[in-house]
Structures are given as C-alpha cells and as structure tokens.
C-alpha cells in the first residue's frame, strides 16, 4: 500500500539551512508534493516535483527526488521565523487522493 | 481572489447534537475533498466529490455524510458528534486530479464536542 514517512522535528537558526526529509512507497507516484501548515490554518502548496524530475528550485526552495531510493527532500535557503510550521510530504496516490506523510515541525530560531 | 472559505472558523457543539460545516470554493474546481485533522497528525481524507459522484473512504464512520449541492459549495453533516470527532476539518479542492493533482485547502473548521 501507499505510506509516506517523515522526520518529526527539525530545529535550526535563523538563516541556516532546513532540509525536511521524506521516504515514500509507492514507485507509480507521477508526483510528489510540499504543503506548509502555520497554527491554525490550512495546507498551503508550497512546491510539486514530477518523478521524472530530480531536482527543483524556486526561489528559497530546492526539492530533490531520488526514485531509486524513493526518496524526497525540501531544503528551505536561509530559513525565516516565518518559516516555523508543520511541513507535509504527499504523494499522488491511487485516483484523485493524497497520501500525506504525518509531518515535520520546523522551529526556527532568532 | 479565487479561494476555498470554510465556515465557521469555530464551531462548537454538544454531544450527539448534529452540525454542519460548510465549504464554499471560487475556483471552479472538478473535486471537493474533506478530511479529519486530529493535532499533530496529518489529514485524513474523509470523502471526496468528483463533480457529483461521491466517493467515501472505506474507515469514514458512517456517523459522517456529505453533500454537494453546485459546483462552488459541499457540506459535512456529522450527524451525532462523539468527543473523538473533535477535530479540524479541512476542505481542500482540486481540478484535474487524474493529471496533476495539486489541492488547494481552506483554514480548516475546527470543531469542539461539549
């Protein structure tokens, strides 16, 4: 079946790097998504990859994908307080569903 | 600006008195979706509509329906709410998910059982 796993927290310092880490089981995923969730809100789409991409950059974010591995990652470029939420992995799943990893809390500090 | 709006942002309820939350969408989407989000797990999808065909998740209560009168609005009726149904409940749409994809969520209701 279908199963995304996650780190659950990540800490780091204003400015430094944040690299989120994802493993996901499904070979057939076509693609690979980031949501953002700050407390009390919504998951925002952060960035996508197709699984017959490796890498993606947009602006502070670079998302890698290692098929063989089944492996994803987000970095986030010089990490913002504002940066501080829970991040979701997720996976295009059978038909029209989601499979989303259980999340990473980031902590950010100044 | 297109969106997807839930409302109440808050909504309170008494054991076993029913309640409904509401979701309305600007986006003219295909799919509606809803899912459970209980604190610090990740969303469950609950049910979605794919224009007017309703698909229910094989572990959704039975405690838990939905309607979609129009493209732009879906409703979660839960009909006799337990205190392990307080939760947020997020909306979330998307318009082509045999291709991309790619949701789009409102801010949640977040529920809470007296």
């Known amino acids: 079946g279908e199963d995304v796993e996650q780190s659950l927290f990540l800490s780091v310092r204003e400015g430094d790097s944040s690299v989120i880490n994802c493993t996901y089981t499904d070979s057939s995923s076509t693609y690979l998504y980031w949501y953002k969730q700050e407390p009390g809100a919504g998951l925002q789409l952060l960035t996508y990859?197709?699984?017959?991409?490796d890498m993606k950059q947009d602006q502070r974010l670079t998302v890698l994908l290692n098929k063989k591995d089944k492996h994803l990652s987000l970095r986030i470029a010089d990490t913002q307080t504002g940066d501080s939420a829970i991040y979701f992995c997720a996976e295009k799943g059978y038909g029209n569903k989601l499979v989303f990893g259980a999340g990473t809390i980031l902590r950010v500090k100044s | 600006d297109a969106m997807v709006i839930q409302n109440p942002r808050y909504q309170v309820t008494q054991f076993g008195k029913p309640v409904t939350l509401s979701c309305s969408q600007t986006?003219?989407?295909?799919?509606m979706y809803w899912y459970q989000q209980k604190s610090s797990q990740a969303p469950k999808l609950l049910f979605h509509y794919y224009d007017k065909d309703f698909n229910n998740e094989a572990d959704t209560p039975d405690n838990f329906q939905s309607r979609r009168p129009n493209t732009s609005f879906c409703f979660l009726d839960i009909r006799s709410p337990g205190l392990g149904d307080a939760a947020m409940y997020l909306c979330a749409t998307s318009r082509d998910p045999l291709e991309f994809g790619a949701q789009h969520f409102g801010d949640g209701t977040r529920l809470s059982i007296l």
């Open positions: 990859i197709f699984s017959n991409m």
């Open positions: 986006l003219n989407h295909n799919v």
